[in-house]
Structures are given as C-alpha cells and as structure tokens.
C-alpha cells in the first residue's frame, strides 16, 4: 500500500501562485508514476501533470503547460506541483495519485490522495 497526503492549498487571488506537495510513504517502490489531477465543482476529474518517478521524465495536458510544473524529491518521497499565473478556473480540489504506468487513464492508479482545495478568486 502507498499512502499520499496532498498539501499546500489555500486561496489566493487570479494570478497568484500556489505549490502543492504529495508525500508519499509505503510502498513507494512499486509504483513507477506519479500525477497530478484535479476536480472541479459539477466537472470530471481531469489529469495535468504526470512524472516518471525513476526517470523523471515528466507529461502535461497541454492547455496547463507552461503555467503548472511537476517535480519530485526522491529523497523526500515528495512530489510538488509549481502553479502560477492562477486563474478562478483552477478552482479545483487538486489530488496526488500514484500508480505503476504514466498514462492519463486514471483507473490505473490505485492509490489516491485525500485532496487539497485551491480557490483562485477574480
């Protein structure tokens, strides 16, 4: 089992910046990918960021790129999510999750964190 815990959310204004971290613990060496997804109220959860833990090598969605950075610490077993030039649309509750492919299709992570909000107010 990998248990992850989302942190740093909070509100702040349109073109504000937040950092997320996702520490991770357990069983981390038997996944091989981590990720970003967020929801937002009356929305499907979709994906924005994906790092291959052993690699690093990192996937966007494309319409965030730019503005929302993936990284990791492996010694820290941390991953964070760099956002800035925040807009009310990333209004969303952003979650961790860790799985063993980096694909976008989010069946194939198991383990998920419990959430953290970010509100962007105009």
């Known amino acids: 089992q990998v248990q992850l815990v989302e942190s740093g959310g909070g509100s702040v204004q349109a073109g504000g910046s937040l950092r997320l971290a996702c520490a991770a613990s357990?069983?981390?060496?038997?996944?091989?990918?981590m990720g970003w997804f967020r929801q937002a109220p009356g929305k499907e959860r979709e994906g924005i960021a994906l790092?291959?833990?052993?690699?690093?090598?990192?996937y966007y969605d494309e319409s965030l790129r730019g503005r929302f950075t993936i990284s990791q610490d492996n010694e820290k077993n941390t991953m964070y999510l760099q956002m800035i030039s925040l807009k009310p649309d990333d209004t969303a509750k952003y979650y961790c999750?860790?799985?063993?492919?980096?694909?976008?299709?989010?069946?194939?992570?198991?383990?998920w964190g419990q959430g953290t909000q970010v509100t962007v107010s105009s």
């Open positions: 790092i291959n833990t052993h690699t690093g090598n990192t």
């Open positions: 357990g069983a981390t060496n038997s996944t091989n990918c």
């Open positions: 999750a860790a799985g063993s492919r980096c694909v976008w299709w989010q069946g194939l992570f198991p383990y």
